[in-house]
């Protein structure tokens, strides 16, 4: 699936997170939660770009930055996405708890 | 940092990718791309709400809504979302590719 000539990597949830939080806190930390969520939108923004385009580089790199503002956000409010993502999305759907929903296709899970 | 009392648990982003796949990819197939980006929009407006407020329980369940949705977009795009992150966030800053970033406050990371 990678186009990339690395190992795969065998990247936790909290690790990025934590990775995100060395490498940027610093930044993060000045900026606040306001800003950040500005610079998150942006990458939304080129998010949907991307998906209209498909290109596959501009995708990659979209997705990246989404999900590491994202953690940003998580940092800044000292939220364990890991904890978060799991308890709600690793125990069956959150709504009808199946391991594979069974939700109409108009609810919301 | 969690207030769960479920044992940490030790998530990749790949296996999040593949559980999410696993619970919703035939009802994501069916919605596709667009659809999908919607639902993610409902819940990036679900976390900005959760972020004014600073409510605990509204951020980790928004929190949680908008990665999973995030994730189901790399799902219906064939993105390793894992691999995306970690090329480009997990061997320093993509700009200045330090450690720890030292790029000014006005630069896009």
Redesign the interface.
Known sequence: ??E?N?P???????D?QQ??Q???G??DQ??G?DGT?M?F??E?GE??AA?RT?DREE???E??????W?VT??NL??????????????V??PRCRK???E?Q?SA??
Chains 1, 2 share one sequence.
Do not use: N
């Open positions: 699936m990678s990339s690395q795969a990597s065998s990247l936790t949830v909290a990025l990775r995100i060395e490498m940027f610093h930044k000045q900026r939660v969520f610079w939108m942006e939304v998010l949907a998906l498909r995708l990659l790199g997705f990246a930055d989404v999900l590491a994202l956000l998580a409010t000292d939220i364990d996405l890991e904890e978060a993502v799991y308890h709600k999305y690793c069956g759907c391991p594979v929903c939700c296709m919301k899970p």
